[in-house]
């Protein structure tokens, strides 16, 4: 008769004892899958964030893996036939900027080819680190916790090969074609402590995913040639070539109509270029009902690849006729888009409230770019870049390494 109650007892007994943190390991097969299952923690209710910021969370990055800069397609050697010699000859002493186009063309008939390898990790989230994401909520000083947390890394690892042929020596056709590797790693824990009984489980998550990005096409003509300033408009076409669960594409086609300018004083060349790019509606949120004080972020309705207005200024200079140096910046104005923050309630509330609050707008990215260009013999050019952010608006990379070789023919 005593042992059932007994039993009953020593269960009780052990539930108000901290119980071990149960662990499990899981590798997903996509980058895509690998990357929800940690924000949502697989059943999307135990992530690190509410269903919806983390929706949101996820928009921000795949928005990001897919669009983020890749160096230019303009070849290092431009050309441009000279009557008198009735030979072509080099339209510029430098080679070049390495994330701006120029408005010099390649030259009739002429082909610049280049293939560059570029290594991205993205590690913030509105000056939140992505390895430490946190969605709590406590009571009475820590007697009633319920805490989630979330570590996320995210490295995307580019070839990015690239053609441009001289249609004519004002016109210019080219092709950007990025294939490459996409990787996610990561946990997500939950941590429960109430009436005295803790529950503590945490969920690693691993995956990657490799294929060809979204494939550009680019025309560009030469618009207005002279000593003052010189000027040139082009055409993007992105097509939907990489796949979004992969995070490779943005999974929708979108144009860029590009403005270009530039100037030569003496040895270096000033260089800006202002576009907009066409398609997609971006993210859509219900109305913002909440009052002051109320915890919650507005409903994300629909999510798709954003607009924007996006420029590039700065130069690049001839150190001598077989080195180059650049640098730019280079700026996103996102429409459509949101922005995170951490909001914490503070300690010295006996309710206390930490989480990522989700704010819709639009959203200004600026990064700089600074490298150089080598000849190394003939035609052949080796070029090297480092990315960086200069805000921290959005989803934040950090340093990120360009390296590559140019070939004209």
């Known amino acids: 008769m005593v ?28 980058a895509g899958d690998a990357l929800r299952t940690v924000m949502f923690g697989g059943d999307l209710t135990s992530g690190a964030l509410s269903r919806n910021s983390a929706e949101v969370l996820y928009g921000l990055l795949l928005g990001e893996t897919t669009t983020f800069p890749i160096g230019s397609s303009a070849g290092g050697f431009t050309w441009i036939f000279d009557s008198n010699l009735r030979v072509p000859v080099r339209r510029s002493s430098s080679f070049g900027p390495m994330f701006a186009e120029r408005p010099f063309t390649t030259g009739k ?31 009475g000083f820590g007697d009633e916790i319920y805490r989630r947390r979330s570590s996320i890394e995210v490295v995307i690892d580019r070839t990015i090969v690239s053609a441009t042929y001289g249609l004519h020596d004002r016109v210019d056709l080219g092709v950007i074609v990025p294939v490459g590797q996409a990787r996610v790693t990561g946990f997500s824990a939950t941590y429960q402590l109430y009436e005295g009984a803790v529950q503590d489980f945490r969920d690693n998550t691993s995956g990657s995913s490799f294929g060809i990005g979204d494939i550009v096409i680019r025309a560009k003509t030469a618009l207005t040639d002279s000593e003052r300033f010189s000027t040139a408009a082009a055409l993007d076409l992105r097509l939907p070539t990489g796949d979004p669960e992969k995070l490779m594409g943005t999974g929708a086609m979108q144009a860029r109509a590009m403005f270009i300018g530039g100037t030569t004083i003496g040895d270096v060349n000033p260089h800006v270029n202002l576009g907009y790019t066409f398609g997609g509606r971006g993210m859509a949120f219900g109305a913002d009902d909440r009052w002051l004080g109320s915890f919650g972020d507005p409903e994300l309705i629909e999510r798709s ?57 639009t959203v200004h990215k600026l990064l700089g770019a600074v490298g150089a260009k080598l000849s190394v013999g003939g035609s052949w050019l080796l070029t090297g870049t480092v990315l960086f952010p200069l805000n921290k608006n959005g989803i934040t990379p950090s340093v990120t390494p360009v390296i590559g070789f140019e070939r004209a023919f």
């Open 3 to 30: 042992i059932r109650p007994a039993i009953a007892l020593v269960v009780l007994a052990l539930a108000a004892v901290e119980a071990p943190a149960q662990t499990t390991t899981n590798r997903l097969e996509s």
């Open 305 to 361: 690849p954003s607009e924007e207005l996006n420029y590039t200024v700065g130069a690049d200079i001839a150190v001598s006729s077989k080195f180059t140096v650049a640098g730019d910046v280079i700026g996103r104005i996102v429409r459509n888009a949101a922005s995170m923050t951490r909001f914490d309630s503070g300690t010295t509330e006996p309710d206390r409230q930490v989480f990522l609050e989700v704010t819709p707008g």
């Open 109 to 139: 008939a002429r082909l610049n080819v280049g293939a560059t390898f570029q290594h991205t990790t993205f590690a913030s989230v509105g000056d939140q680190p992505l390895s430490d994401i946190e969605d709590s909520s406590s009571y």
